[in-house]
């Protein structure tokens, strides 16, 4: 069974960085992407970064590009998102996903496997 754990979410100021990790485990993930969205309550959940572990391929979000960059660790089948310039609107759970998919169809679709979710709060 696929499981995926988030790692680095917590409060940060205005201006600040975050990493998340999330680290999958039970398949072979080889040809998967990886990737985080993020919710807040009430609002759509939207698409932040993804990444092939196969062809390296990444995408990144509009609200977030120039800000965040996602790479990858295939040996330990682990992805990481380093957040920086954090702003108030950045304040959500983020949620790992997974699937074999193509990271431009992954980022339209809803991954079949999720992680727990980790807080990501912004403050002034």
């Known amino acids: 069974q696929v499981q995926l754990i988030e790692s680095g979410g917590g409060l940060v100021q205005s201006g600040g960085s975050l990493r998340l990790s999330c680290t999958a485990s039970g398949g072979s993930f080889s040809r998967y992407t990886l990737g985080w969205f993020r919710q807040v309550a009430g609002k759509q959940r939207e698409f932040v970064a993804g990444i092939n572990f196969y062809s390296g391929n990444l995408y990144y979000g509009d609200s977030v590009k120039g800000r965040v960059s996602i790479s990858k660790d295939n040996a330990k089948n682990t992805v990481y998102l380093e957040m920086n310039n954090l702003k108030l609107e950045d304040t959500a759970v983020y949620y790992c996903?997974?699937?074999?998919?193509?990271?431009?169809?992954?980022?339209?679709?809803?991954?079949?496997?999720w992680g727990q979710g980790t807080q990501v709060t912004v403050v002034s």
């Open positions: 996903a997974a699937e074999e998919l193509p990271v431009t169809i992954f980022m339209e679709a809803t991954p079949a496997y």
